[in-house]
């Protein structure tokens, strides 16, 4: 009994290692260590709600969600299709998001401000037009703020279901005011800062959200038809369940004719699939590093 279950979180611990590689990159854990390490004023205080839920594994299956969603907005889905090199560099552009996600949630001021500049530098560069004529430009305030709810309303569902430890409703809106914060500071104009708030904003752009050919071909490829190894493959089918299953009723709806296997499993299976992968991906990380002494 003792070896089958030491296999069991062998196999379990190389899961969520895959897992992790996979987002983060393979200098993730360097990268990690020198984020939480490096002297310096910080945006957000240890104690901070946004460093609870960005620091926990449902991070994962809430970014997954997170892509699945902010693709139902037309020309976001159109700017990404046409400049961000998703199909290409698919785990670059993934690596990019969890490392900036770091950086300004536990990195210095410095080092959160840099990575803010340098979004917005390419933000300026990004325009275009979607295939029906319309016209779209990255840095636009309108579109800023939906990739912001859409983040921000999955992130939060997700650990709020998959968390360790799960927030409170004053917990909740002090987390969407930690975020809104950084989306001020990339451009969004007003984000929400309560549950009631981003309820009020996300019902504010429904009409508005639909698929599209290039969303169906998002779902596929994240959903259907991942660049990943055999070894990763398993956990990542159940995340990617578990971040269907996580999407509002709509959304669900909307992803699930491209969503393959994904969105045929029941919810309870995928919930527990969820919990499953979570578990394998904190047993995989090490503890993160302590925050130096403040400086100011």
Same mark, same amino acid.
């Given at each position: 009994?003792?070896? %089958?279950?030491?296999?069991? $979180?062998?196999?379990?611990?190389?899961?969520?290692?895959?897992?992790?590689?996979?987002?983060?990159g393979p200098d993730g854990p360097e990268n990690r260590? $020198?984020?939480?390490?490096?002297?310096?004023?910080?945006?957000?205080?240890?104690?901070?709600?946004? $460093?609870?839920?960005?620091?926990? %594994?449902?991070?994962?299956?809430?970014?997954?969600?997170?892509?699945?969603?902010?693709?139902?907005?037309?020309?976001?889905?159109?700017?990404?299709?046409?400049?961000?090199?998703?199909?290409?560099?698919?785990?670059?552009?993934?690596? $990019?998001?969890?490392?900036?996600?770091?950086?300004?949630?536990?990195?210095?001021?410095?080092?959160?401000?840099?990575?803010?500049?340098?979004?917005?530098?390419?933000?300026?560069?990004?325009?275009?037009?979607?295939?029906?004529?319309?016209?779209?430009? %990255?840095?636009?305030?309108?579109?800023?703020?939906?990739?912001?709810?859409?983040? %921000?309303?999955?992130?939060?569902?997700?650990?709020?279901?998959?968390?360790?430890?799960?927030?409170?409703?004053?917990?909740?809106?002090?987390?969407?005011?930690?975020?809104?914060?950084?989306?001020?500071?990339?451009?969004?104009?007003?984000?929400?800062?309560?549950?009631?708030?981003?309820?009020?904003?996300?019902?504010?752009?429904?009409?508005?959200?639909?698929?599209?050919?290039?969303?169906?071909?998002?779902?596929?490829?994240?959903?259907?038809? /991942?660049?990943?190894?055999?070894?990763?493959?398993?956990?990542?089918?159940?995340?990617?369940?578990?971040?269907?299953?996580?999407? /509002?009723?709509?959304?669900?709806?909307?992803?699930?004719?491209?969503?393959?296997?994904?969105?045929?499993?029941?919810?309870?299976?995928?919930?527990?699939?969820?919990?499953?992968?979570?578990?394998?991906?904190?047993?995989?990380?090490?503890?993160?590093?302590?925050?130096?002494? /403040?400086?100011?």
């Amino acid at each position: 009994m003792a070896r %089958a279950t030491t296999t069991v $979180r062998r196999i379990r611990r190389h899961a969520g290692e895959v897992v992790f590689l996979r987002v983060a990159g393979p200098d993730g854990p360097e990268n990690r260590a $020198r984020i939480h390490t490096t002297p310096g004023p910080r945006w957000f205080a240890p104690q901070r709600p946004i $460093r609870r839920v960005h620091g926990d %594994a449902s991070m994962f299956i809430g970014g997954l969600a997170a892509l699945l969603l902010q693709s139902l907005h037309p020309l976001a889905m159109a700017a990404v299709a046409a400049h961000s090199g998703y199909r290409g560099d698919p785990w670059g552009r993934l690596h $990019r998001t969890s490392t900036f996600l770091a950086v300004t949630t536990f990195g210095t001021s410095a080092d959160a401000e840099a990575a803010v500049a340098r979004v917005r530098e390419v933000h300026g560069r990004i325009r275009g037009r979607t295939a029906d004529g319309v016209p779209y430009r %990255a840095d636009d305030p309108e579109l800023l703020t939906w990739v912001h709810i859409a983040e %921000a309303d999955c992130f939060l569902r997700a650990h709020q279901r998959y968390g360790r430890r799960p927030l409170d409703s004053a917990g909740c809106d002090a987390y969407l005011a930690d975020t809104a914060r950084v989306a001020r500071a990339l451009g969004a104009e007003q984000p929400p800062e309560s549950v009631q708030e981003l309820s009020l904003l996300m019902a504010r752009y429904r009409p508005g959200l639909r698929p599209t050919a290039a969303s169906r071909d998002t779902a596929r490829f994240l959903l259907t038809d /991942p660049p990943l190894p055999g070894a990763a493959r398993w956990p990542y089918a159940l995340l990617a369940a578990a971040a269907v299953d996580l999407l /509002p009723p709509w959304a669900r709806a909307a992803v699930a004719a491209d969503a393959s296997v994904a969105a045929r499993i029941p919810p309870v299976a995928a919930r527990a699939g969820g919990h499953a992968v979570t578990r394998a991906i904190r047993w995989a990380l090490p503890p993160s590093p302590p925050l130096p002494p /403040p400086s100011g």
